[in-house]
């Protein structure tokens, strides 16, 4: 088995502050040439503007090269070719592979597959370990630290996969984590009995104000239309999750609110101005972890 | 009496018995029974005193390996697995489930790679509190023991 990362549990405590930790030193100085003479496969199945652009970004700054394609249908897929033999025929070529695909598990499978490291940059509703480790790097650089936190988290916890992924990736460093949801849309009984066992402190809640005076994060995701199956309800909801700055005026001097991003209305304009507002630093930091995670699984170590 | 005398009129080979009546014809799919040459009894419906209605296959010339006793454990875990040899019981094998299960379930979750692409599947088997579920390494989505289904071949 290759260097690959697939899910955020495929890496130990230690591997995620040895991320965290060189992404710091990308972000002191992101130009170095520690990919030089390297080719990265950026094969995205399913289009993803950020992702992508950040993945490429990533390797440019670090003097490698990119090749692939942006969209299932400039690829050979659409000729009918097995993601098997699209990942044996590109690990000819590259020495790693970044994809994304609008089906679950395609990536675990790439890996198994794979000559060369592949690294998920999501699949389907599944695993975005990129995105989670770039939570975890906002986190640490607003907080100071990861450890004993108070962690709110707003929206969709039934199909976020973001939140999945945040609970297994903070569940190394102590937190409290408070849950906030419509009824529909509540975290799923596997979560609650994983933060049971690893004796993660937490409490569940419908409604949004005022529960998060006390926290250090708060994050929030995007109640989506289409996990409804009652429109009624979606009506009903849609607007009790939804930020305004006044609601911001007793918490923490030290809370930052984050979002995996897009927002549609769940964050109000009006927030984007308070120095608590922080997902769109959070998206900028994406950068410099995944300059980290491509060196990580291309063993290039920073030298200074 | 009528029952041990089923049994008994297996030379050599393997007799699943106490199979409830409606994972009989699962269990031939699963063992593949229907293209191997070995002599074959299949009773279905019989008299159980136990489950009401049972079936039992009886394979001649035929010792089970690790892995098809998994399957088995899986689809019908109170079953018995007897191994016969000169017409005795000489063994009477525990059915244990495997810690996966390779290319036997179909994953339940319609967006996982494994529907639609030609992938083997696998699920790490968890055993908690009694029950049995499967986890897909792909999806990671679990199934419960009871919303099986079988990979069609």
Known sequence: MVNSLVSITDYSKEDILDILESAKAFEAKPDRSLLKGKVVASLFF????????SFETAVVRLGGEVIGFSDAATSSSTKGESLNDTIHMVGCYADAIVMRHPLEGAARYAAEISPVPVVNAGDGANQHPSQTLLDL???????????NLTICIVGDLKYGRTVHSLIEAMSHFKPTFRFISPDELRIPEEYK??????NIPFTEHTELNNNFDDADILYMTRVQKERFQDLMEYERVKNVYVLHNDMIQ?????LRI???????NEISMDVDQNEKAYY???AQNGLYVRQAILSKVLNCKIND | MEKELKVAALKDGTVIDHIPAEKVFKIVSILQLKISGQ????GNNLDSKRLGRKGIIKISDRILSEDETSKIALIAPNASLNIIRDYKVVEKRALVLGEEMYDVVKCGNPMCITNHQNIPTRFKVIQEDGTVRLKCRYCTREILQDEINLKKK
């Open chain 1, 46 to 53: 399913e289009p993803s503007t950020r992702t992508r652009l």
């Open chain 1, 258 to 264: 984050l979002h995996p991003l897009p927002r549609v």
């Open chain 1, 193 to 198: 009995i994983f933060c049971k066992k690893n």
């Open chain 1, 250 to 254: 007793n918490t923490k001097p030290n």
């Open chain 1, 280 to 282: 769109f630093q959070q």
């Open chain 1, 137 to 147: 790097y906002s986190i640490l650089k607003t907080q100071k630290t990861l450890e």
């Open chain 2, 39 to 42: 002599l074959l009894t299949i």
